[in-house]
């Protein structure tokens, strides 16, 4: 794996979940689950003092490329959380 370690996981040989950002990252999906709106994710992440790796407030696009990122599968989130997340996704840009 070339470049740094997806949000919510650590550097090294092989993904290993972050103890500070994996929480949050499972959150989003959580989150996007109840409400389904990116930008309410965003809103509520950042309300709740959240912030990127580079201490930046979430925006909606940070939130829908994480919510699309695959890693998340590694130890972060089940597979059917993945599978509804993707669903919903895929609905909204049938719209």
């Known amino acids: 794996m070339s470049g740094p370690a997806p949000f919510g996981f ?10 500070d950002e994996a929480p949050v990252r ?6 996007f689950l109840q409400h389904q ?3 309410t994710v965003a809103r509520l992440l950042n309300e709740d003092g959240h912030r990127t790796r580079r201490g930046a407030k979430f925006s909606d696009t940070t939130v829908l490329r994480l919510l ?3 890693s998340a599968l590694d130890g972060i989130i089940p597979q059917e ?9 895929e609905n909204r840009s049938k719209k």
């Not at 499972?26 to 989150?31: A, G, T, V």
């Not at 959380?81 to 996704?89: H, I, S």
């Open 10 to 19: 650590r550097e090294g040989d092989c993904l290993v979940p972050d103890p």
């Open 26 to 31: 499972r959150q989003m999906f959580d989150l």
């Open 37 to 39: 709106r990116v930008k």
């Open 68 to 70: 699309k990122d695959a």
């Open 81 to 89: 959380t993945w599978n509804r997340c993707q669903a919903l996704l």
